[in-house]
């Protein structure tokens, strides 16, 4: 027989294997000199990243614990956007801490409280050892967005997206909402074609597609713009009925019919001065038909159609404007003027670009451009990261040092602390504060550093007062890191600490997983 407090002791830890294997697997991928992994799907896509969400989620993992920490890269990266593969780091050397402390016979609960008050006083340490900054600070902010590219794939290439997500963060940052960041009011557009060079802001509305219409104008200046979600294409009957054609006169008569019907939608529509149409895309019939195309392009306006049901809301915001339901809606009131509307080729296709917008909504249009899909879409996602980067310093200004510097001096207040405390709160403090030198320590192991002189030196600089001495991975030494303009938001130290150890600290009440019954 095995005693009940046994069997709650040797559960956390086989959880905890489990979750450590998680955390191993993308440890190597953490920082600038960190390696990319290479993730092949059961239908043979191929992604290439260095993001630990991105290989989390697609990562096959089976045993329910370990996926807890597939959900703590998630809410990493929801809540801050950076610092995902830290997140797990930390949360695996948290892990592999609290088997030692259950293997000296320690309470799982124990362990737990201690925990809580332990991140607790780590955030109260990263708080101290921040700095203010103002949004005025446009150097600070291109620092920290360059911080979190520089680990990219395309991180020789921050020097162009760093600024440009800083200045697309601040375009939509609402400042009668305390400065609330919207990330869905920048829009990516990938363009296959080109280098990451060429990728561009663009202060106005990107459509993917081109103009349809072969004869149309693919230029317009001082444009009449209208957004319509009726359909310019004969009406169709119901679904369950249909219409008998007898003879060659009825069918003449029909279509006598449908032509005067869409000619009465354009005469109306080239009465309000409209040169360029917006159509939301129609799942019912075609949103525009050949004959209606035809007679658009006879009276010269520019026909962009099938517009996506969830880009109209960015469309309106944009624009400023309203979608027009129906014929009898459509006046001149409800148009939108802009400078241009222009169909310009990018790499392999072409796009609709319009600009000058008069009256224009705090949206912003990103085109990303890349030599190959892989390449686009990992640009995608480290420009979400360093937009999220720029959100967090928006919701809360404080920067903090990067290189493993705030984690190690946590790891020495936290030592410090320890000794003043008696009990089981002193060996977990101690356990807590030995963890998260994995950071540092890792860094240096992915840097080619030895990690063990790397972490001492580091812990000796700290112990003397340098709080923001921290791993040079270029210098492959121990230098003042924010003068190396290494940085990082305060709030995505914070997050990884409280999040890795929230984790942790359910792992640990664990003491047995049922199965169910389907």
Do not use: W
């Not at 395309?154 to 020097?159: D, K, P, R, T």
């Not at 003043?420 to 890792?442: K, M, N, Q």
């Amino acid at each position: 027989m095995v005693p009940k407090n046994e069997t709650q002791k040797a559960k956390p830890q086989a959880s905890a294997y489990k979750d450590k294997t998680v955390s191993d697997a993308i440890r190597t991928s953490l920082g600038p000199r960190g390696m990319d992994k290479m993730i092949q799907a059961g239908n043979g896509e191929v992604t290439i990243t260095n993001d630990g969400a991105t290989i989390l989620k697609q990562m096959n993992v089976i045993h329910p614990a370990a996926k807890m920490l597939v959900e703590l890269s998630r809410a990493q990266d929801i809540e801050a956007g950076d610092g995902t593969t830290s997140v797990v780091v930390v949360a695996g050397a948290l892990l592999e801490a609290s088997e030692k402390l259950l293997q000296m016979g320690i309470h799982p609960t124990a362990i737990s409280d201690a925990f809580q008050r332990c991140a607790a006083k780590a955030v109260e340490i990263l708080d101290e050892m921040s700095i203010p900054i103002e949004l005025g600070d446009h150097e600070s902010l291109v620092k920290s967005a360059s911080t979190s590219l520089n680990s990219k794939v395309v991180s020789q290439y921050s020097g162009l997206l760093a600024p440009l997500a800083v200045e697309a963060v601040l375009k939509v940052a609402d400042t009668t909402r305390n400065d609330v960041v919207d990330l869905k009011d920048i829009k990516c557009i990938r363009s296959l074609g080109g280098t990451i060079e060429d990728t561009e802001l663009v202060d106005g509305l990107v459509f993917t597609q081109r103009a349809s219409g072969n004869n149309g104008p693919k230029r317009l200046e001082k444009a009449r713009i209208g957004l319509i979600q009726f359909c310019i294409s004969p009406p169709k009957t119901d679904m369950d009925h249909s219409v008998i054609v007898a003879d060659y006169a009825a069918m003449d008569r029909v279509l006598k019919q449908e032509r005067e019907y869409i000619l009465n939608i354009v005469k109306q529509i080239k009465k309000t001065g409209c040169n360029v149409l917006l159509v939301q895309k129609s799942i019912l019939r075609d949103a525009i038909s050949d004959l209606a195309q035809h007679f658009l392009d006879k009276i010269k306006v520019m026909v962009v159609k099938d517009i996506e049901r969830e880009d109209i809301e960015f469309v309106c915001k944009t624009l400023s404007c309203r979608p027009i339901a129906s014929l009898d809606h459509f006046v001149a009131e409800n148009l939108v003027s802009a400078d241009l509307a222009e169909e310009v080729p990018s790499g392999t296709n072409k796009f609709v670009k319009i600009t000058g917008i008069q009256n224009p909504g705090k949206t912003v249009s990103v085109v990303l451009r890349g030599s190959n899909k892989l390449v686009l879409e990992e640009v995608d996602r480290s420009l979400h990261d360093a937009l999220c980067v720029v959100r967090c310093l928006v919701r809360k200004r404080r920067l903090i040092a990067g290189g493993g510097a705030p984690e190690t001096e946590m790891a020495l207040q936290l030592a410090n602390h320890a000794q003043t405390l008696v009990g089981v709160d002193a060996y977990c403090f101690r356990a807590f504060a030995e963890a998260l030198e994995v950071i540092p320590s890792t860094l240096a192991e992915n840097a080619g550093l030895n990690p063990i002189s790397t972490v001492t030196e580091l812990r000796n600089r700290h112990a003397q007062g340098e709080k923001n001495a921290g791993i040079n991975v270029r210098k492959g030494a121990i230098t003042d890191i924010l003068t190396e303009n290494v940085v990082q938001p305060l709030l995505v130290s914070t997050s990884a600490v409280t999040l890795a150890s929230e984790t942790v600290r359910s792992i640990l009440k664990i003491d047995d997983i049922v199965n169910t019954i389907n």
